[in-house]
Every structure is written in structure tokens, then in C-alpha cells.
């Protein structure tokens, strides 16, 4: 089975530098796509960016751009000019060319400092 | 407009109850999804639809019945509800086929106490 391993389960960052999650995966296939999704206080999952691994150029969404390793199964987020409002717990995803499901990792918790 | 919706959104009941959660998406999405998020905020899914008909059923008590009515609703029931299930149920959908990215709905905090 995949798994998606985030191994920071915090992180924190001052008010408009910026910081790297890190993701890595296990998969057999060689077609898939990863996500990064946001939850905030409100609970509500937010897709903040996604990266299909046929595509070599790293995907990017204003402030919020991915360094893809696909040999090293690697998938880091990087927030640059962070945000207050960019404080909430991230969630790589995965998921397979085949079938409809996502396996999420365990999340970074990620503290906005003013 | 809300392009995922949950109802309740919280739900405090005893052990023992019958509870449903209600989920409607208006993307026209195909598939429709129920995860299951623990205290220590571990996502993991439980059931997915596509056009009605069940796909995905993971390891959950049969306690747990999700009912399709139509593409648009996905609602979960859950029989006889237990401490252990207390949890933030999240419904999802994704159009089928290809890169579909998931839309998530609010969550419903459920609290048995």
C-alpha cells in the first residue's frame, strides 16, 4: 500500500519569511499525483496546490510552490511570504492513476509567527 | 453557493444512538467520499461512491452505513454509537477519472459521550 510520511509534526515561522514542509512516499507506479492541502482552525480541508509526477516542472500557486523529487519520493511545500493566515495544519496527499483513493499523511502543524 | 456541505456540523450524542451525518455536493462530481479524523488529526478513509455504488469500504464496523439516494448525497449512518467514535467525519468528491483533485466539505464534529 502507499503511504505519505510527513515527518515534521510542527513547524513555525516568522510573519513574511519563508518555510519548507517536507513529504516523502512510497509507490510502486510510475503515474500519480500529490497534493497539499491546508486545514485551518475551521476545520475545512483546503486544496492549496497539486503536482501531476508526469510533469517535471515543479507546480506553483502564488505563494505556494513544490520542489517534486519524483526518484528521491519527495514532495515539499514551500510558503514564501508567510502569512497569518497561512497558520493551520498541512496535509500531503496521495493518489494513484488507478482508483479513487487518497492516502493522506499525518500532517505539519504550522505556527505563523507576528 | 457552497460547493460541499455537511450537516450537522457538530453532534453531541450518547453511546448506544443512531445518528446520520448528511453530505450534498453541487459540482456534479461523480464520486463522493467519507474520512474519518482522529484526535491526533490522522485522516483516513472510510467509504467512496461513484454514481451510487460503493468502491472504496475500508475496515469500519458495519455499524457504519453510508447510503447514496443519488450521485449529489452521500450520507453516512452509524449504528450504535460508541466512545471510540468520536471523531471529525469529513465528506469529500471528486469528479472521476483522471487528476481529480478532492473538494472537502466543512467536517462534522461528532462527540459521544
Known amino acids: 500500500a502507499q503511504t505519505v510520511t510527513q515527518s515534521q509534526p510542527e513547524m513555525s515561522v516568522q510573519e513574511a519569511e519563508t518555510v519548507t514542509l517536507s513529504c516523502t512516499y512510497d509507490?510502486?507506479?510510475?503515474?500519480?499525483?500529490l497534493f497539499w492541502y491546508k486545514q485551518p482552525p475551521s476545520r475545512q480541508m483546503i486544496l492549496v496546490i497539486r503536482?501531476?509526477?508526469?510533469?517535471?516542472q515543479n507546480a506553483t500557486e502564488n505563494r505556494f510552490s513544490v520542489n517534486f523529487q519524483k526518484a528521491a519520493k519527495s514532495f515539499s511545500l514551500k510558503i514564501s511570504d508567510s502569512q497569518l493566515g497561512d497558520a493551520a495544519m498541512y496535509f500531503c496527499?496521495?493518489?494513484?492513476?488507478?482508483?479513487?483513493?487518497?492516502?493522506f499523511g499525518t500532517g505539519t502543524s504550522l505556527t505563523v509567527i507576528p | 453557493d457552497t460547493a460541499v456541505s455537511q450537516t450537522p456540523k457538530y453532534l453531541v450524542t450518547q453511546m448506544g444512538n443512531d445518528k446520520s451525518i448528511k453530505c450534498e455536493q453541487n459540482?456534479?462530481?461523480?464520486?463522493m467520499y467519507w474520512y474519518k479524523q482522529d484526535s491526533k488529526k490522522f485522516l483516513k478513509i472510510m467509504f467512496s461512491?461513484?454514481?451510487?455504488?460503493?468502491?472504496i469500504n475500508e475496515t469500519v464496523p458495519n455499524r457504519f452505513s453510508p447510503k447514496s439516494p443519488d450521485k449529489a448525497h452521500l450520507n453516512l449512518h452509524i449504528n450504535s454509537l460508541e466512545l471510540g467514535d468520536s471523531a471529525v467525519y469529513f465528506c469529500?468528491?471528486?469528479?472521476?477519472?483522471?487528476?481529480?483533485?478532492?473538494?472537502f466539505g466543512p467536517g462534522t464534529r461528532l462527540t459521544v459521550l
Open positions: 469529500a468528491s471528486s469528479q472521476r477519472g483522471g487528476a481529480d483533485t478532492q473538494y
Open positions: 461512491y461513484n454514481n451510487k455504488e460503493l468502491i
Open positions: 503536482q501531476e509526477a508526469y510533469k517535471q
Open positions: 459540482l456534479g462530481h461523480d464520486t
Open positions: 496527499a496521495y493518489r494513484g492513476n488507478t482508483g479513487n483513493q487518497f492516502y
Open positions: 509507490t510502486s507506479e510510475s503515474d500519480y499525483y
